[in-house]
């Protein structure tokens, strides 16, 4: 910690590797590494996890009033002695700081025996750590100790812990690289990328400012802001990290849109009319203006990246069927994937009964891997199909494959999306999201394509009347349904899967008292309990023919109660269904639940649905409870990307948004638009000198921020592989 007086060191730039930096030798340098931390840049973007700060330093009576806050104390140490857990394995130390007996704090901590050595008795220190409240009265839970006479008057950053590499190191290898930086930035080398004039216009300051303040906050400065990251520094560093994400996906789409497609479709106003008259029902507004928006992109010579996003129940389906009939009528072929077999018939059938005999539509699934379809399709014969990941089987190919929808394409793995795009060349891509992504996921992951909305339900729906009921209310729901049956309406009762299991639900008064049920033993309780009325069970397990038989009795109102895993969590469209009930439902998502609820009230009549729960914490009820006063599928979506992160509620396309290293994709929704604003500005002044440092920065950081030139649109992390 003691700098060697009178040696000048070299300057460093952040580009510098870590091996630059005093002490940091192989190992080190290797653990390092394995963090993704190579350059002294990726070094100061390890953040402080929190401050010491001298002008808050407390008296040790003071401390002890403090229970569940961070506090400084500056104390002698009056003892230290070392106990061990019962199976000695975590190592503890117990320390009693100023005074003695009751007038001294106790402090303890875990697993850091060096401090046995590192202590020594009746020597002061300064303590920086969270009072809790023991079994033996208050204590100091694992504080950060600096020497006392070494602390600055000012707050100082503590770091945490980082895989095998402890806070102190960082403390000092980023305390020496903040102090080589000055230098270096007065010789130009550690220059911020982003050029000064775009930097003032979002009132940020330059780069190696805004690392300095974090890392060694000015004596006067407030921490608070810091401490909650909106500190003008900390907005530098999500800013930078967006706009380089920004920019490396408007430099995809520049590059996509310069090859132009082999296929031409004709889509004037005319067709367009044409198209939409042969429906069975009239467009609203907001589907009309997403289908001119994809027909002017069809017309483009570039093809189409377009993501179309919409509430549940809003109608995506129906306008992914007019752009595909708009491929077939320009005699091109048109492939839509679903993620489930069940929605690859349904949306078969719906096509089917859209188009009517003139446009043919095939299915192509795994249990109907029909040699014929492969042979029409391979022929270019049959133009318009509806499959599953069959479709992109190498037993699959296409004669002119010029239009490819994706539904629900969170359910697809990176690897098929691509295998079925590169079965036609450079063919037109839609995607279709099963509930909506909130806005600044979507500019992140979705950068480079363009967004259409559906931000309106078809005329007549009412937003599904929702209630959340404990497990041991679940007779009232009982009654609710038999009586809904008995008066002819018809009704999903849903449960949970994890895996490749079926959860068993426990249900008080089934069978056994208390007995644990498989769904199978569930849907058998159900039955019985609302007999006479027919009911049909359809989990992972059903057969094919068995299903569309179940879907198809459900259909016509021959069965009236399908009890189902979640195979029909989502797109499932039997419109006459008008109650849903669902069991365990603190095991589903939120998104989900409003995906689900939104399989009821599609047609006549108001849709309810009933959450049944088992044991819960308060906040997970409250959270199930939101449900019953929210019906936007957007504002749930960010509830949920708030608690869940952004993993859960996307799948496998995560990885652009899981390199983020700063912006929070709830919080920093603003610098997210800014980001993307600015990209786009720079991208047409590429070749202004004054963006010369950026555009290297992005080319640079490409390995962290890759664009797949492959498939189309994807931010791809190779630092996952
Ligand atoms: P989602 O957007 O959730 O995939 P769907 O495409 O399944 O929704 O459509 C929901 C239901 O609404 C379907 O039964 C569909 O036929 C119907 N629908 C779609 N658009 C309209 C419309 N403009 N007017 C009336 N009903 C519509
Ligand atoms: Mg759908």
């Given amino acids: 910690m003691v700098v060697a007086a009178g040696r000048r060191e070299a300057a460093l730039s952040l580009d510098d590797s870590v091996t630059a930096i005093r002490g940091v030798g192989p190992v080190r340098s290797c653990q390092l590494a394995r963090s993704g931390i190579e350059t002294v840049g990726d070094l100061l973007a390890h953040l402080p996890s929190s401050y010491q700060d001298r002008r808050a330093e407390v008296s040790l009576a003071a401390a002890r009033g403090m229970v569940d806050l961070q506090v400084t104390v500056a104390a002698t140490v009056n003892s230290m002695r070392q106990l061990w857990t019962r199976r000695r394995r975590l190592s503890v130390l117990e320390g009693v700081l100023g005074g003695s007996g009751d007038d001294g704090l106790r402090a303890i901590w875990f697993q850091r025996p060096h401090l046995l050595r590192r202590l020594e008795i009746g020597t002061r220190y300064r303590f920086h750590g969270v009072i809790r409240q023991g079994r033996r009265g208050v204590q100091l839970v694992n504080p950060e100790v600096t020497d006392d006479d070494l602390a600055e008057a000012r707050p100082t950053a503590v770091y945490g812990r980082l895989g095998d590499i402890p806070g102190s190191f960082f ?4 305390g020496e690289c903040i102090d080589r930086l000055g230098e270096g930035a007065a010789d130009g080398r550690t220059a911020d990328p982003i050029p ?11 780069l190696t400012e805004a690392l300095r303040s974090i890392h060694r906050p000015d004596p006067e400065a407030d921490l608070a802001p810091f401490l909650e990251q909106r500190s003008p520094a900390h907005q530098r560093l999500i800013y930078g990290e967006l706009l380089a994400l920004q920019l490396a996906l408007g430099a995809h789409r520049r590059l996509h849109d310069a090859t132009p497609k082999p296929h031409r479709y004709v889509v004037d106003e005319a067709e367009h009319r044409r198209i939409e008259d042969s429906l069975p029902f009239a467009l609203t507004a907001a589907q009309r203006r997403a289908l001119q928006e994809i027909f002017a992109d069809l017309e483009r010579p570039a093809s189409m990246l377009r993501l179309l996003q919409g509430d549940v129940g809003c109608g995506k389906t129906v306008v992914a069927a007019c752009a595909m009939l708009a491929a077939s009528r320009n005699g091109l072929q048109a492939a839509f994937m679903a993620p489930t077999e069940l929605l690859a018939e349904q949306h078969a059938a719906s096509l089917r009964s859209l188009f009517g005999s003139k446009h043919p539509v095939e299915l192509l699934t795994g249990s109907s891997p029909d040699a014929g379809v492969r042979e029409r399709l391979e022929r270019g014969t049959a133009r318009l199909v509806v499959g599953t990941h069959a479709l992109f089987q190498a037993a699959t190919s296409f004669d002119r494959l010029a239009l490819v929808v994706v539904d629900e394409q969170h359910r697809f793995g990176v690897a098929q999306r691509r295998a079925l795009w590169e079965k036609g060349s450079r063919p037109d891509v839609l995607l279709m999201t099963a509930t909506p992504i909130p806005r600044s996921l979507a500019l992140v992951l979705y950068g480079d394509f363009d967004l259409s909305m559906i931000d309106e339900l078809p ?3 009412l937003p599904v009347a929702t209630e959340v009921v404990p497990e041991r209310d679940r007779e009232r729901v009982l009654e609710v349904l038999a009586a809904e049956l008995a008066s002819g309406g018809q009704a999903f009762v849903v449960f949970p899967r994890i895996g490749n299991a079926e959860v068993s639900c426990v249900v008080p008064g089934a069978g056994n008292l208390g007995a644990a049920l498989t769904v199978a033993g569930m849907g058998a309780h159900y039955a019985t309990r609302l007999l006479p009325v027919a ?26 109660l399908l009890i189902a895993t979640t195979v029909i969590e989502v797109g499932i469209d039997l419109p006459a269904a008008t109650v849903m009930v669902v069991e365990s439902a603190e095991r589903f998502g939120l998104s989900q639940l409003h995906q689900l609820r939104g399989r009821v009230g599609r047609g006549r009549g108001r849709g309810r649905c009933y959450l049944i729960h088992g044991e819960l914490a308060e906040d997970a009820r409250l959270r199930l409870a939101a449900l019953e006063d929210n019906h936007d599928g957007f504002a749930i979506a960010e509830a949920d990307l708030l608690q869940r992160g952004p993993g859960d509620l996307l799948g496998s396309r995560q990885a652009g948004a899981a390199d983020l290293r700063h912006a929070h994709l709830v919080r920093d929704l603003g610098w997210v638009q800014a980001a993307r604003e600015d990209a786009r500005r720079c991208l047409e002044r590429e070749r202004d000198p004054a963006y010369r440092l950026l555009f290297d920065e992005v080319k640079r950081r490409s390995t962290r921020f890759e664009v797949d030139a492959n498939e189309p649109g994807l931010a791809r992390s190779s630092s996952a592989s």
């Fill in 171 to 174: 403390r000092r290898a980023i």
């Fill in 196 to 206: 000064a004039s775009m930097l003032r216009d979002r009132s940020l300051p330059v």
């Fill in 459 to 461: 005329p007549g729906r």
């Fill in 535 to 560: 009911s049909g069970v359809i989990t992972g397990r059903t057969e094919r023919t068995e299903r569309q038989r179940l879907i198809g009795q459900f259909l016509s109102g021959e069965i009236r």
